[in-house]
């Protein structure tokens, strides 16, 4: 059964530090998400892309954070100079459009980051 | 703003004994309603789409049902292996009237059945 891959499963970094999460969607999926949950809280909107731009973003999502689909199988989420608060566990999702628009995201098995 | 709230945090049960689960959201415009079982260091993974008051979905021991206000998982005879954080979650249309699907979560309830 198709599923969507994310690496590495844990990252550790210094402060102020770039990092580089990457994952891997449903090959025939056409939505790509990130989002993240903070230990103990809820999962958290960062970011919608569809047709190789963003089409929705929180404001977590400050400039900071920056995502891109370099080739047709890869989505990464960058984060240019990490923040202790920046701690969490990270998720990329994918869903198919279908008309209507309205179906269901299936989420990798996350990143944890860790900024020491 | 959109707002999804789960009932209670926590909830033990003895294996088989049946129960519910809530999720009450506010939101602007329903376009869905999700529902996740999450294991602990994993990604949320899917069980149900509801998309309007009065549907239900069934899966094994589950059943999702939707109301204009909440929803609710029922558990029926559940068994050690059900035991997960489900999570309910909203996808709503934006300011601008579009859905790019945006999810909102609640906080979970942890479920533990004991044999």
């Known amino acids: 059964e198709p599923e969507v891959t994310q690496t590495p499963s844990h990252q550790v970094t210094q402060m102020g530090q770039e990092v580089i999460l990457r994952c891997v969607p449903i090959?025939?999926?056409?939505?790509f998400y990130w989002y993240r949950q903070i230990l103990g809280q809820k999962v958290e909107f960062l970011v919608s892309?569809?047709?190789?731009?963003?089409?929705?973003k929180s404001e977590i999502f400050d400039d900071q954070f920056s995502v891109e689909r370099p080739d047709g199988s890869n989505f990464t989420l960058k984060i240019r100079s990490t923040k202790l608060e920046d701690s969490a566990m990270y998720f990329c999702?994918?869903?198919?459009?279908?008309?209507?628009?309205?179906?269901?995201?299936?989420f990798g098995p996350g990143t944890r980051l860790t900024v020491l | 703003e959109d707002q999804v709230t789960q009932s209670p945090e926590a909830l033990r049960l003895q294996e088989g004994e049946s129960s519910s689960l809530n999720c009450s959201y506010t939101?602007?415009?329903?376009?869905?309603l999700f529902w996740y079982r999450q294991d602990p260091g994993k990604g949320p993974e899917f069980l149900f789409t509801l998309y309007s008051a009065g549907e239900e979905k069934e899966k094994e021991r589950l059943k999702a049902t939707l109301t204009k206000k909440e929803s609710f998982l029922h558990i029926t005879a559940p068994k050690p292996e059900d035991s997960a954080t489900y999570l309910c979650a909203v996808q709503a249309v934006n300011a601008g009237g579009t859905s790019y699907g945006k999810l909102t979560f609640g906080q979970g309830t942890i479920l533990t059945v004991h044999p």
């Open positions: 939101v602007s415009g329903l376009r869905g």
């Open positions: 892309f569809y047709n190789n731009e963003i089409s929705e």
């Open positions: 090959s025939n999926h056409l939505y």
């Open positions: 999702a994918s869903r198919l459009r279908l008309a209507g628009g309205v179906n269901e995201q299936f």
